[in-house]
């Protein structure tokens, strides 16, 4: 039984069907041990660790993508998806404002080569993910 100090810097976390990791903080609730709160909380069959707030990363840039082992770590392939969305989403207004300066370029004749190769280079970004191996490289991804 865990003090009630101790007990709020406390968290209980475990793996949900979806593969992601969820992570109960704890409240002082009716008296409750860490340990009877996680029995009442945890969903039933679960597996379950009990860690101090300190061993959970800050960075919450790929939390949709930890996984528990007997760590948390950042499964990478679900953390290049993260990345790709998160470049899709950054990209979207420049290939908009590309669509309006092609438009602009074709009816004043003006040549569109420079924009057809910025909004490839813009469709094409995303493919920069696919050979980057680790949390700091997918963090560095940029339009």
């Not at 039933?44 to 840039?61: A, C, P, Q």
């Not at 790709?84 to 370029?105: G, V």
């Amino acid at each position: 039984y865990l003090d009630k100090e101790n007990k709020m810097n406390s968290r209980i976390i475990y793996t949900t069907d979806e593969g992601t990791v969820a992570i109960l903080i704890p409240t002082d609730e009716c008296g409750l041990s860490i340990e009877e709160i996680a029995a009442k909380d945890v969903p039933e069959g679960k597996e379950y660790k009990i860690v101090d707030v300190s061993e959970l990363s800050s960075d919450r840039t790929f939390r949709n993508a930890w996984v528990l082992d007997n760590e948390i770590t950042v499964d990478i392939p679900k953390a290049k998806v993260i990345t790709k969305n998160k470049l899709r989403e950054e990209r979207k207004p420049l290939l908009e404002a590309q669509d309006i300066l092609f438009m602009q370029a074709q009816e004043s004749g003006t040549d569109i080569s420079s924009i057809v190769t910025e909004k490839q280079r813009l469709r094409d970004i995303t493919n920069q993910v696919d050979n980057m191996t680790t949390v700091d490289e997918l963090k560095g991804a940029t339009i």
